[in-house]
């Protein structure tokens, strides 16, 4: 079973809880869950925006989901998301920094400065343009 990220939300948030008992129903029942990169990006994104959780929080609910043995997911795509996230930043950003090596990308560019100093502080080479002059 293919899970979108409401099912995700609803089975870590308890907000209204007979759709929490049915996603949580769902989970269980399901002989494989694949749980998409970009479901846990928008995952996260609700999560900290919408519900106000932490890093922690959201980091905690992640791991848990990928516990399972049941969960198909990219862990090496995830894991440098939880990375980032752990690390104060964004989950999506180390999600997207990870994906963009793997194809062959060594530069992450971006107008976020706490991005880039987070990923830098990982070891990966920034091109912040928000501190780039114009036309240069």
Same mark, same amino acid.
């Given at each position: 079973?293919? +899970?979108?990220?409401? $099912?995700?939300?609803?089975?870590? +948030? /308890?907000?209204?809880? !007979?759709?929490? *008992?049915?996603?949580?129903?769902?989970?269980?029942?399901?002989?494989?869950?694949?749980?998409?990169? $970009?479901?846990?990006?928008?995952? +996260?994104?609700?999560?900290?925006?919408?519900?106000?959780? &932490?890093?922690? *929080?959201?980091?905690?609910?992640?791991?848990?989901? $990928?516990?399972?043995?049941?969960? +198909?997911?990219?862990?090496? %795509?995830?894991?440098?998301?939880? &990375?980032? !996230?752990?690390?104060?930043?964004?989950? %999506?950003?180390?999600?997207?920094?990870?994906?963009?090596?793997?194809?062959?990308?060594? /530069?992450?560019?971006?107008?976020?400065?706490? %991005?880039?100093? $987070?990923?830098?502080?990982?070891?990966?080479?920034?091109?912040?343009? &928000?501190?780039?002059? /114009?036309?240069?």
């Amino acid at each position: 079973m293919i +899970v979108d990220t409401n $099912v995700l939300l609803r089975a870590a +948030v /308890i907000d209204d809880a !007979l759709q929490t *008992e049915q996603a949580r129903q769902c989970l269980r029942d399901a002989a494989q869950i694949f749980v998409s990169t $970009v479901a846990l990006c928008e995952f +996260v994104w609700v999560a900290r925006r919408f519900y106000r959780m &932490s890093s922690a *929080e959201v980091a905690h609910a992640i791991r848990l989901l $990928v516990a399972d043995r049941k969960v +198909v997911f990219d862990r090496a %795509a995830v894991e440098a998301g939880l &990375s980032l !996230l752990e690390a104060g930043g964004d989950f %999506a950003d180390g999600v997207i920094a990870f994906e963009g090596r793997r194809l062959g990308g060594e /530069i992450f560019a971006t107008f976020d400065r706490k %991005a880039a100093v $987070v990923l830098e502080k990982a070891g990966q080479e920034c091109l912040s343009l &928000s501190d780039q002059p /114009i036309g240069h």
